[in-house]
């Protein structure tokens, strides 16, 4: 996403915080998360006011609050179209998604893939703490097959959906996961997305220990590995084995499943308005006649 | 029998969907417009895409026209299905032009009905060798009966088939010619229809359905971004749309569904680009809650409600105006919003700009509730001058980034009139973040008492003075004081008018109001011209069951309506008006 | 000062969400029913999850209860936030309880308060080691000072964490203990509060919330398909549901989205299963259009809203009865449905049940308007003796396979009653198809005139006599004839009660009506309760912007209510309505 | 699907067709697809009066109206979740799920990961058309990049979804893709699928000649191949590769691409009412006594 020019004056991350204190619990995933953010913002010298935050409803969708940015909080799940709908009519605005794993994809479901598939240039970070966290507790999507929660007390009945296969079959052409306590690594992965011309997701575990005592930092720090050098993420089928491999041997590989560079909605739109000599002063009463009998 | 001129003539036709009755209807409309008449039409498409029964009707006429009129002066039918579904409007003194012989049906006798048989089926199949001409065929009988002129058919069946190749345009004029002959050399006129042009028709007409005056009339009020999702009878905003948003840079995308049509508009108009999305009855349903963000957010936004027979799926080609509750009340909580209703086809055109303009200067949630009668008519209008046209931009934060006069900037800062300044992304100083929750005059979210009620008193105040601003002088017709007073809104208004005249010439003493704004009620208006109605007899026409507009004027102002609800799919006809009116007046 | 009995006694306790303040609220409560007194319980969440000011207030009384009451007589403060939140309500006479010294905030010099610093947080801290402690040492204290039942409390005090084993009770007790001694040792009473029981409580009593009330309600009246997505405060329906509805060999599904939520309901309820969901504002929203297929397709089926602050996400822990609109009158095209509000915890019981029989009976949509107040609210009411419980079930088709009295099943058989016979699969004989295209009388879709038109009038029929049957006796209290009525919905009823019974002992002549039914709006017993009050002043007061009960009772009767209006996510109290009353009979 | 006993007396095709008249257009795909369901109903010989077919709303999705069965012609985009509710609430019924590309891949496109993952045992029957029939011509998310309709007078902007591919991954367990001109074949596909004890999901390509004039019986007939008895369907990545490799040489395979067996939501419901001792007539009473004090 080359839609700014680089900011005047550098700024650091701590340039991007608001005067917002984070509502989050303590031990919170989230934390992690909005660091990185910062971090990567900085990294990118993304300017304050050309650049969007935009999400839906959830414990991590008050990020926008504590980004100095423009921020867009709207309804539980249309976090995505709401993003299309800013990118599309402003292309040179920076527009970053921040969500939980419910409102992306368990009531957003129906948006993702179409936002993906549009290769709109945003970039959209997923909170995944396998809960709803802001509801006080019932299972999320990404909850495993089993989970207990004040919904489920006798365990979810469902196999968990994943936000990263699901992207890569969707047509995202930036997929990577990460994890909120490798702080470095998450701002390079937003930082990364950010840059990728094109629609990037980074599912990020992200724990919430207040409702989800099974998904915690010490459950997975030992899980969590780098993705090995050798991964070819340009390959859709390696990324998707990739991804479908931590169902099989519990490890959860963070970094960069899938990364392909495609024309971008924006760039086709551009195309077509210069295709139809689209002018900022159109001749409108030229048009009018076209119903002339 | 003499042959005398018509003043006016409705001609309807009716088959099976795909048989081309749509493009023999337009062709006449067509020639009439260009010989200088008035053109008024009404159609019905069936709900399947082939084997229902579709109808095109056209009122033509040397006086300008507000509605389809009571019934047909000329029915012709294509299949015995368009017999039998107008076979009970077939009464003394209409005319009856049918495929026959060899058509699949058999008239029954129908007193004083003058009938001519004309074998479409049996000319273009036999003569013809194809089928598809049939509607050229009956095209060419009906010119020859009624004298619509010939030439500018020619005209403009050789412009719609230009493209198509000689070939085509060929053979179309031959199957009209053979249509013409037919009834030149095998029938013999009886009727006394005949169309005679004083050429006073509109000057620099433009013809366009409803839908496509909106379209063309948000291009012209600025908006650059509609996302949509298809569905019937709204599409053709869309279909329009399509085409011409690109040569004004403007964006068109269809979506994956309704919500994320209205949550990408709504986006797009956060960023500062205006913004619209259309649809029907099943659409507005499921953009309820995002139109509870608009109003929160208080962003402005305009969308397009082409009603249609309901509830659930419906009848999704047939007529209602049954979305109107859903509009004014729709959404959870208290939403601050703005109804309106056209009613014509240049009220489409005008009224969708001050739409844009009412969502701009009030930073509300636009509802603009069209219905399947007007968005799928065709009629003439003026020219509008776009020049005339003032567009209103919202209030903004000012280059040195305050806000209000010199304050600094708070996107919801508490105003007298309620609405705040309003920055868009890119303007230095002017981040804030649009929520949905409730919050301070800054964004932040809040949850005390004193702050919900200032922020919802200060959303409801922008709507305080809308009626007395915004629409100062609601438009009245009739006498004052008057017997029997009609309100009526959306399409039914051309029915209204035309019955008005005709009460009005019969002696009776009534007056008609024709809100544009529905929601919040215009209780000035209606007072004011209830009052010149000592009797309190105030009738609201309107197709729907519960008497939707009428339970919001009770609500909203002392009158208690007389409700004249009708919910067959149809719209009304000047005569259901005056019979109701002679009806109560007699009571 | 002397320390006198106090008949009745409310405490407040406010701090930071996550200290405690709910379980040491609700031991007091338990304690209190134990010994036999009424309790009513009114609570605050913070929107966020940590971090905000949450507050727990009980109301203990030898009297039944209908309402939260007007203010605290006790305040017992957390935090320095609890006390801001609260200063303004430590009026002369109450009593504050704090954490100090200490504490992380000092209160100012207020006259007239009774004030006990306790120092919570150093007592936890420093001589129990754990600040988890505090919620304990305060609830020692305040039952020290008010001669709170000290073993009624030490016994649910053990009963909760007997769970958690020995070690956790003993440091509650400590704790509790610890409370008491400080202030033994180091206070001094001046205040005149001190609760006894005559206990004369309610016999066999439960306590529950009326959320619980609902979701047991709903099992006891055959529910047994229960779909929803968690939103704030409904989400205590499914908590429990989820426990108990696999023992009565029913199921609960959490759904991807409140949309596929009311779909599968819909279905569930189309093959033959009670269902229903239960949701907010937000939620129901986004239902509007499955309502309208339920409405077309004449699918019994209960949703509950359980509403809060909106408009938007606006303060979802808050509360407020702004969706009335929205429930009725929300959804595209006129569809049938009922509108109910239960008045008190006991009403959440009994009216949900009615709300299955009437969904059953009359096969429509039955919206069930529950509010935050309500639902998070805590009350005993006597054990609900379910042998006496009538239920509902739908008219089928006969065994033999035939419809209404021997003629032929079809599932929209239009009947005098408007209701129709219906089958579910499995039923031989009995296929059909449910639709929401306009259909015939065998399910098969139409687009006639006719067809919409008898097929409208016969869903609506259905409603037509639903007040003279099902409501034919709506609550009425007070004076007749009055000098003014109240007629209040939903929680507003309990304060209301309390209102009418103080303005009635000092001299005033008012009356109250509460009607269970909001829409279709009961009209007979409105207009004959306005009868009743010869100065036609009708106050409607509710937790709205627009007065939107006011609004529908104006539309549908010849009553024109005086609004009286509050938005402030905080529900009425009984002086709000006496002053109310005052004022508009003073003028 | 076990769910129904074969009917007493054996049913015919023909035994399954309502009186009412297909609303068809001459040629359309969609009739293939109802004769091939009349054909699977009479192998499988189900019950009519125990088999629902369940729809949303569009051309194809009329088809309830033509089966002699119990129907439910929902909301367009909703026929899953009310299938859902149906089969949860009476576990005996055969339920059938029919519709459209753009009812069950636009605005039902949220649904199916979820009905899918909980592996619910019903058919889905969707009549891919790529192009939205009911509204006269828009593209549809089938469509292809490019594809010119009313809605997109100059090209579509997006990649078409692959409901194959999707299904796949959304954790459905028999996953084929049928053509309505091979009707023995599309028969025996929703037979199995039928049979198929959990969620099946059959993709049919089912033209329509009258607004997609590109993907025609034409079109398609040179293309369609059935898929090679070697391949294992019970390998999710071979199932996927295969679904993919439609994007890359151009053929479309049909033929079941993956089919594997799991717990359904059914037995998963069962197995909880029985642990917690369901009854039909259960003791309330004492459920009521878990509100005392
Ligand atoms: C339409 C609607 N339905 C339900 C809700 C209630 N709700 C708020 S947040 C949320 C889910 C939160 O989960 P997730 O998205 O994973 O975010 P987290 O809180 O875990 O960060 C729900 C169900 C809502 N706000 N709107
Ligand atoms: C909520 C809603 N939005 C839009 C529509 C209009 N609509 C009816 S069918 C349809 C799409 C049909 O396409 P598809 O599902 O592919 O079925 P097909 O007609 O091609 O068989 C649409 C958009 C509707 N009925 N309801
Ligand atoms: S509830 Fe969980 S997700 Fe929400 S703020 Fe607390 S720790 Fe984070
Ligand atoms: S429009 Fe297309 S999909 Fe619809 S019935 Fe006709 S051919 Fe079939
Ligand atoms: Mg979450
Ligand atoms: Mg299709």
Known sequence: MNAQAAASVALKPKDYKSDVHPTWCPGCGDFGVLSALYQAMAQLGLDLYKTVVVSGIGCSSRLPFFVKTYGFHGCHGRALPAALGIKVARPDLSVIVTGGDGDGFSIGAGHVPHVARKNIDITYVVMNNRIYGLTKGQVSPTSSLGFVATTTPFGSQEEPVDPVAFSIIYGATFVARGFSAERNHLADLIARGVRHKGFSIIDVVSPCPVFNKDDTYDYYKPLVKKIDATHDPSHKGRALELAMSTNTDGKVPIGVYYEVQAPTLGDRLEALKKAHKGSDTPDLDAVLDTFRV | ?587
Chains 1, 4 share one sequence.
């Open chain 2, 1 to 587: 029998m003499i042959v005398k001129e018509s003043k006016e003539l409705i001609i309807r036709i009716g088959g099976e969907g795909g048989e081309g009755i749509i493009s023999a209807g337009e062709f006449i409309t067509q020639a009439a417009v260009r010989s200088g008449l008035h053109v008024l039409t009404f159609k019905t498409f069936p709900a399947e895409i082939k084997g229902g029964y579709a109808m095109y009707q056209l009122r033509v006429s040397n006086d300008p026209l507000t509605s389809q009129g009571d019934n047909f002066d000329v029915m012709v039918a294509f299949n015995g299905e368009a017999y039998e579904m107008n076979k009970s409007l077939l009464r003394e003194g209409t005319v009856f032009v049918y495929d026959g012989p060899g058509g699949d049906f058999e008239p029954d006798n129908l007193p004083g009905v003058y009938m001519y048989p004309v074998p479409m089926t049996k000319i273009s199949k036999g003569d013809l060798g194809s089928i598809r001409a049939k509607n050229m065929v009956a095209l060419g009988a009906v010119a020859q009966l009624f004298s619509i002129p010939m030439e500018q058919l020619r005209e403009t069946i050789q412009h719609k088939f230009r493209k198509r190749g000689a070939d085509v345009v060929e053979m179309n004029l031959k199957a009209l010619d053979m249509g013409a002959f037919y009834v030149q050399n095998e029938l013999k006129k009886t009727d006394p229809y005949s169309l005679h042009t004083n050429g006073a028709g509109i000057e620099d007409v433009l013809i366009l359905s409803g839908n496509e005056a909106v379209a063309a009339a948000a291009l012209a009020a600025g908006c650059r971004y509609y996302a949509a999702y298809p569905i019937t009878p709204a599409t053709e905003i869309a279909n329009w749309l399509a085409r011409y948003l690109p040569k004004v840079n403007g964006v068109l995308l269809q979506e994956e569904d309704e919500i994320a049509s209205i949550a990408s508009a709504i986006g797009a108009s956060y960023a500062g680009v205006k913004a619209m999305t259309a649809t029907s009855g099943p659409g507005l349903s499921l953009m309820t809650e995002l139109l509870g963000l608009a109003g929160m957010t208080e962003i402005p936004l305009v969308v397009v409600d082409v009603q249609r027979a309901g509830p659930s799926t419906g009848m999704p080609t047939k007529h209602e105006q049954s979305d109107l509750f859903l509009a004014a009340h729709g959404g959870h909580g208290d939403i601050p919003r703005i109804v309106l209703a056209p009613g014509s086809v240049e009220d489409c055109f005008y009224l969708i700009i001050k739409a844009f303009n009412l969502a701009e200067k009030y930073q509300v949630p636009v509802l603009f509730l069209s219905d399947t009668s007007l968005g799928i008519r065709t009629q003439g209008i003026k020219k509008p001058n776009l020049k005339g046209i003032q567009l209103v931009n919202r209030l903004t934060l000012s280059e040195n980034g305050d806000g209000n006069g010199g304050k600094p900037f708070q996107r919801y800062e508490i105003t007298e009139s309620g609405v705040s300044p309003m920055s868009i992304p890119g303007q230095v100083g002017g981040a804030y973040i649009a929520t949905g929750l409730e919050h301070d005059e800054s964004s932040a979210p809040i949850y005390s008492q004193a702050g919900h009620s200032r922020m919802t008193e200060k959303r409801f105040r922008k709507l305080a003075r809308l009626e007395e601003d915004d629409f100062p002088s609601v438009s009245r017709e009739g006498d004052d004081p008057a017997d029997l007073g009609i309100i009526s809104w959306g399409s039914t208004h051309g029915s209204v008018q035309e019955a008005l005249a005709r009460l009005r010439s019969a002696g009776y003493k009534v007056a008609a109001l024709y809100p544009h704004l529905l929601f919040p009620v215009p209780a000035i208006a209606i007072e004011r011209f209830a009052e010149r109605v000592p009797s309190k007899r105030i009738l609201v026409p309107e197709v729907n069951y519960q008497g939707q507009f009428a339970d919001l004027i009770s609500a909203h102002t002392s009158v208690k309506p007389i409700k004249h609800t009708i919910y067959g799919g149809l719209p009304f006809n000047p005569e259901m008006i005056v019979n109701k009116v002679k009806e109560v007046l007699q009571k």
